[in-house]
């Protein structure tokens, strides 16, 4: 099988969606082969159901061990067991409706789609339809 260009990451609140988007890191309990260079779509419910916030690239993947002090006892404390670290991150102004991009056909829906993998043509889809709403 062929590894995953990348992912869909579902962020669920609000407060976390900016904390992501600020700091450029996420953290994730969630068990994917993660690996530098991959592509991270970055999903939201909003007022139009799930859309694309954003995306970013992985630069670095840090084990829970290699975090500092504070983050560590955060991740115990939210059963995180790694931190996604981007080259960088791309929030979008005008959210894409999961509705309006190739994945409109796939039976998941909400939460399902976290941790989805995506191969290349529908990441570029996806991120070319996005990039083309903010204009």
Same mark, same amino acid.
């Given at each position: ?13 609000? %407060?976390? =969606?900016?904390? =992501?988007?600020? @700091?450029? *890191?996420?953290?994730? !309990? ?17 007022? $139009?159901?799930?859309? *694309?916030?954003?995306?970013? =690239?992985?630069?670095? $993947?840090?084990?829970?061990?290699? @975090?500092?002090? %504070? %983050? ?6 939210? !059963? ?21 991009? =190739?994945?409109?056909?796939?039976? *998941?829906? !909400?939460?399902?789609?976290? !941790? ?14 996005? %990039?083309?709403?903010?204009?």
């Amino acid at each position: 099988m062929k590894e995953a260009e990348g992912y869909i990451l579902r962020i669920a609140t609000k %407060e976390w =969606v900016d904390q =992501v988007f600020d @700091l450029a *890191v996420y953290y994730t !309990g969630f068990r994917r082969k993660w690996r530098p260079g991959q592509t991270i779509i970055f999903m939201h419910k909003t007022s $139009v159901g799930d859309a *694309v916030v954003g995306y970013g =690239v992985i630069e670095n $993947v840090y084990e829970r061990d290699e @975090l500092s002090e %504070e %983050e560590r006892r955060e991740c115990e404390k939210r !059963g995180w067991k790694k931190a996604l670290e981007f080259k960088y991150i791309l929030k979008f102004d005008k959210p894409l409706s999961i509705k309006e991009t =190739v994945l409109k056909d796939l039976k *998941v829906r !909400g939460r399902f789609l976290h !941790g989805l993998s995506l191969n290349k043509q529908q990441l570029n889809s996806i991120i070319g339809q996005a %990039e083309r709403l903010q204009k």
